[in-house]
């Protein structure tokens, strides 16, 4: 049998999601430099992955204007396109 939720909508879990990329950067953070394990290996990947996807855009892809910038930090961050997300979700 299946549980059904209580409310309507699924909730989001982006704190979970954050809460699990902290403890990646913990683990990485106390990992030895000389660990050439699997698991090691894996982790650096997954680090390297997060620094590329956090990280500023590269030169050609940025924009000129302030004003520019600052809509695409707003949509990439949250802002507008999670308001439009939820939007076009109902």
């Known amino acids: 049998m299946q549980h ?6 699924t909730p989001i879990r982006w704190l979970h999601q954050l809460s699990n ?4 950067v913990s683990r990485a953070e106390r990992l030895p430099s000389a660990d050439d394990s699997l698991q090691a290996r894996r982790l650096r990947q997954r680090m390297a992955l ?3 996807v956090l990280d ?3 030169q050609p892809l ?4 302030w004003q520019d910038m600052a ?8 802002g507008l ?5 939820l ?3 109902r």
Do not use: F
């Open 4 to 9: 059904r939720s209580r409310s309507p909508h």
């Open 21 to 24: 990329l902290m403890a990646q």
């Open 50 to 52: 997060t620094q590329r």
């Open 56 to 58: 500023p855009l590269p």
């Open 62 to 65: 940025r924009t000129g204007t």
């Open 71 to 78: 809509l695409w930090n707003a949509l990439r961050w949250g």
């Open 81 to 85: 396109g999670l308001l439009l997300a």
């Open 87 to 89: 939007w076009l979700k």
